[in-house]
């Protein structure tokens, strides 16, 4: 009898408590791998996510990526592109109904436990081109979130990577933009915005905004992609959410400014090669062999999961234990993920390091998923549309 209350009275496992808790990771690039090789579940398990991992790691709702690149939007394929991504996780619902759903708003949610939910996020907002209208579109396909642009300037808003800025902030369409996603209950997303971008959206948006796969620039200086302080504490003073992500390249110093100064060689690259063209040189290499040698020249480092608790635990310091989520990137960032976070299966060795911290399992359930649904009932209450 005394043992079994001790049982009873003992503290969850971190594999308990991730099975228990609600986990919300906002951004897994699943969709573009399975609309270009589309793959049943039990395959899905050589990649970061597949049903058996998402299991085995408490994982509930998946913010599926809809990624179109720079290079789509140039060729008019973005749009295409993106309900193709959105088609291949349908056929996997589609087969796996008591496996999978799709939820487009947070009430879904209760409805589906059990399931593992795929909520959509858009990551560029190229396919919508230059049509307000196509947001109505992808919202009724389930598109919850858009990241207003990628790794280059678009016809919304500048890049943080793109090393000469296009509007100084957001375009005036990429302003009408966020109002009319604020009128249809989509969340605006941060990440990957210049600062200038990310302050305008905080500041123009009605209900609060979210970075769905940012780390700290506390810890990367100069690395514009992940936040600065200045920016946590703008979103979080709207009521939004920071979703640490969890990618070598933005936890570690020098990955990041690997990351950095690829851009600047890659510019300096794209400004040769076009002056060789002009003058009707042969370019001594193309940019394929630019990329690889570049990323022979630069091994990812090895990183472990604690950094990626460094940053969530910066971060409640920094705005507060409501305004810290998670964003991992699984899918999205190849090999270089830290040792201990290499799938949805991992989540449990992020609980663990962070209970050493200190948190508490109110706190973990919080950066596991209750501020982010906190924030999208939010965002989903103020809908006009
Ligand atoms: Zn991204």
Same mark, same amino acid.
């Given at each position: 009898?005394?043992?079994?209350?001790?049982?009873?009275?003992? +503290?969850? /496992?971190?594999?308990?408590?991730?099975?228990?808790?609600?986990?919300? $990771?906002?951004?897994?690039?699943?969709?573009?791998?399975?609309?270009?090789?589309?793959?049943?579940?039990?395959?899905?398990?050589?990649?970061?996510?597949?049903?058996?991992?998402?299991?085995?790691?408490?994982?509930?709702?998946? *913010?599926?990526?809809?990624?179109?690149?720079?290079?789509?939007? &140039?060729?008019?394929?973005? &749009?295409?592109?993106?309900?193709?991504?959105?088609? +291949?996780?349908?056929?996997?619902?589609?087969?796996?109904?008591?496996?999978?759903?799709? #939820? =487009?708003?947070?009430?879904?949610?209760?409805?589906?436990?059990?399931?593992?939910?795929?909520?959509?996020?858009?990551?560029?907002?190229?396919?919508?081109?230059?049509?307000?209208?196509?947001?109505? =579109?992808?919202?009724?396909?389930?598109?919850?979130?858009? !990241?207003? +642009?990628?790794?280059?300037?678009?016809?919304?808003?500048?890049?943080?990577?793109?090393?000469?800025?296009?509007?100084?902030?957001?375009?005036?369409?990429?302003?009408?933009? #966020?109002?009319?996603?604020?009128?249809?209950?989509?969340? #605006? $997303?941060?990440?990957?915005?210049?600062?200038? %971008?990310?302050?305008?959206?905080?500041?123009?948006?009605?209900?609060?905004?979210?970075?769905?796969?940012?780390?700290?620039?506390?810890?990367?200086?100069?690395?514009?992609?992940?936040?600065?302080? &200045?920016?946590?504490? %703008?979103? +979080?003073?709207?009521?939004?959410?920071?979703?640490? !992500? *969890?990618? /070598?390249?933005?936890?570690?110093?020098?990955?990041?400014?690997?990351?950095?100064?690829?851009? /600047?060689?890659?510019?300096?690259?794209?400004?040769?090669?076009?002056?060789?063209?002009?003058?009707?040189?042969?370019?001594?290499?193309?940019?394929?062999?630019?990329?690889?040698?570049?990323?022979?020249?630069?091994? /990812?480092?090895?990183?472990?999961?604690?950094?990626?608790?460094?940053?969530?635990?910066?971060?409640?310091?920094?705005?507060?234990?409501?305004?810290?989520?998670?964003?991992? $990137? *699984?899918?999205?960032?190849?090999?270089?993920?830290? $040792?201990?976070? @290499?799938?949805?299966?991992?989540?449990?060795?992020?609980?663990?390091?962070?209970?050493?911290?200190?948190? !508490?399992?109110?706190?973990?359930?919080?950066?596991?998923?209750?501020?982010?649904?906190?924030?999208? @009932?939010? #965002?989903?209450?103020?809908?006009?549309?």
């Amino acid at each position: 009898m005394f043992f079994g209350t001790l049982v009873l009275m003992a +503290a969850l /496992t971190p594999t308990q408590l991730a099975q228990q808790a609600l986990i919300v $990771d906002t951004h897994i690039d699943a969709p573009s791998l399975q609309a270009n090789q589309w793959l049943d579940i039990k395959e899905m398990d050589k990649r970061n996510f597949s049903y058996a991992l998402a299991k085995k790691g408490g994982l509930d709702v998946a *913010f599926m990526s809809i990624y179109t690149s720079p290079t789509s939007d &140039e060729m008019n394929t973005a &749009e295409q592109s993106a309900d193709r991504q959105i088609d +291949a996780m349908e056929a996997l619902v589609y087969r796996h109904p008591t496996k999978f759903a799709i #939820v =487009k708003d947070p009430k879904d949610i209760a409805k589906n436990k059990g399931k593992i939910m795929f909520a959509f996020g858009m990551e560029n907002a190229a396919p919508i081109g230059d049509h307000l209208s196509k947001l109505k =579109k992808f919202s009724d396909r389930g598109v919850s979130y858009i !990241t207003l +642009a990628h790794s280059a300037n678009n016809r919304l808003s500048d890049s943080s990577y793109s090393i000469e800025k296009k509007w100084n902030g957001l375009s005036p369409f990429g302003r009408e933009v #966020v109002a009319e996603m604020n009128r249809r209950g989509m969340m #605006v $997303d941060v990440s990957h915005l210049s600062d200038a %971008a990310a302050l305008e959206a905080i500041k123009i948006s009605s209900v609060p905004v979210i970075a769905t796969h940012s780390s700290f620039r506390h810890f990367t200086p100069g690395f514009e992609r992940n936040v600065s302080d &200045e920016i946590a504490k %703008a979103i +979080a003073a709207k009521g939004g959410v920071v979703q640490v !992500t *969890f990618g /070598t390249g933005f936890v570690n110093p020098i990955a990041a400014k690997n990351t950095q100064d690829y851009f /600047t060689a890659l510019k300096a690259f794209k400004d040769q090669h076009a002056r060789d063209i002009a003058n009707g040189v042969k370019p001594a290499q193309t940019e394929e062999e630019f990329d690889k040698k570049w990323d022979d020249d630069h091994p /990812t480092p090895k990183e472990s999961y604690k950094a990626v608790a460094d940053h969530i635990e910066y971060g409640v310091k920094l705005v507060g234990i409501d305004h810290i989520g998670i964003g991992s $990137d *699984f899918d999205g960032v190849g090999e270089s993920l830290p $040792d201990g976070l @290499k799938t949805v299966a991992d989540y449990p060795n992020l609980i663990a390091e962070l209970r050493k911290r200190g948190f !508490t399992d109110a706190q973990l359930r919080k950066i596991l998923g209750e501020n982010t649904i906190r924030m999208w @009932k939010q #965002v989903r209450a103020a809908k006009k549309a």
